[in-house]
């Protein structure tokens, strides 16, 4: 039942631009065993599906620019490889840190200062 719930915020999460890992990647390594690696690679396996159907929600509601997309696919697309590999070669604690800071920032961003301008 625990995992449907997590599943089923990150997924709410993840359709709404927002992003899923930030409810899925904490809550897989403070409930479960899993270190930060593996919650990421198993956060960007459920990430598939759930893109799927956002991005044909958001396809049928005209929501999709189309003249960014191939560029932002093909930058999207070196940029993981190359953060993949950095995450497979740094330790767990600091890439779980390192993911706490960026959450972090990211909300004292988006509290302080989005909107103000």
């Not at 915020?9 to 993840?14: A, D, L, P, Y």
């Not at 893109?51 to 930058?75: D, M, R, S, W, Y």
């Not at 990211?106 to 989005?114: H, S, V």
């Amino acid at each position: 039942m625990f995992y449907i719930v997590v599943g089923l915020f990150s997924g709410i999460m993840g359709g709404m631009g927002i992003g899923g890992g930030t409810i899925l990647i904490p809550a897989l390594i403070i409930f479960t065993t899993l270190n930060q690696q593996q919650s990421q690679g198993l956060n960007l396996l459920c990430f598939i599906p759930a893109a799927i159907v956002a991005f044909i929600t958001h396809l049928k509601g005209g929501n999709i620019e189309t003249k960014f997309c191939i560029p932002l696919i093909i930058a999207g697309l070196l940029g993981a490889f190359l953060g993949a590999n950095m995450a497979i070669r740094i330790s767990s604690d600091l890439l779980r840190r390192l993911f706490g800071i960026f959450l972090f920032l990211m909300a004292l961003y988006e509290f302080f200062y989005k909107g103000k301008k």
